[in-house]
């Protein structure tokens, strides 16, 4: 399958804890994006990434949440002390800098619950 | 207040019939609009994707449709099945940045038997 791909698919930990998600791209997709997506709502944008640097961060990005792309290769979401708040889906696309639509492919997504 | 809207929020109808999902934006200036279908627990697929030249574009039985003066478009299930069970989302790009996407928050269709 060489589609983009998360880790883990589900993660279910106590508010206070420290978690880490990770994403690979597409091999050949030099663009990188972090999405969340609570229930019923649409994916609101968290980061982006062009190789390995990291190009844009929302304000919903707050300072409890980092994300690197160290190699501009995969990438990993890591949010310290969870809240229940950060409940949600989180969703890595990655886009191809060639293609002028940019169209984004999507992962399967990452179920966090904070409990 | 979002910039892409999408009605109806959900939809149920029988197997086999057809049904219209519509989207309304503001985003501008505009650059292409998609249609994403999301399996429940999966990240969405695109369905369409349509320029501002585009008036219409098939997948399948998916047919989406753009009118870019009125800011509106519209998917299109024809002959629907039970797998078209999904949320479909509207997302709007715009001409003056490469990454930034307005999504909508989608229409929940549910097929039933």
């Known amino acids: 399958d060489t589609g983009v791909s998360q880790d883990p698919r589900h993660k279910i930990t106590k508010r206070g804890q420290n978690v880490t998600f990770r994403c690979d791209p597409i091999?050949?997709?030099?663009?990188l994006y972090w999405y969340r997506q609570t229930l019923g709502q649409g994916p609101e944008f968290l980061t982006y990434?062009?190789?390995?640097?990291?190009?844009?961060k929302s304000r919903l990005l707050s300072d409890r949440f980092s994300a690197e792309r160290p190699k501009g290769s995969f990438s990993t979401l890591e949010i310290q002390r969870t809240e229940q708040g950060d409940s949600a889906m989180y969703l890595c696309?990655?886009?191809?800098?060639?293609?002028?639509?940019?169209?984004?492919?999507f992962g399967p997504g990452t179920r966090l619950t904070v409990t | 207040k979002n910039q892409v809207e999408q009605s109806p929020q959900s939809l149920i109808i029988l197997e086999g019939k057809n049904c219209t999902l519509q989207?309304?934006?503001?985003?501008?200036?505009?650059?292409?609009l998609r249609w994403y279908k999301q399996d429940t627990g999966r990240g969405p697929v695109s369905l369409t994707i349509m320029t501002f030249s585009e008036n219409t574009k098939s997948n399948g039985r998916y047919t989406a449709t753009l009118d870019a003066d009125t800011k509106q478009s519209s998917l299109h299930i024809t002959a629907s099945q039970l797998s078209d069970s999904a949320s479909y989302i509207c997302?709007?790009?715009?001409?003056?940045?490469?990454?930034?996407?307005?999504f909508g928050k989608g229409t929940s269709l549910l097929v039933t038997p």
């Open positions: 696309a990655s886009s191809s800098g060639q293609d002028t639509t940019y169209e984004q492919y």
């Open positions: 990434f062009q190789n390995e640097a990291q190009l844009e």
């Open positions: 989207c309304n934006y503001t985003v501008s200036p505009f650059s292409n």
């Open positions: 091999s050949e997709h030099n663009r």
């Open positions: 997302v709007v790009r715009t001409a003056n940045s490469g990454y930034a996407l307005n």
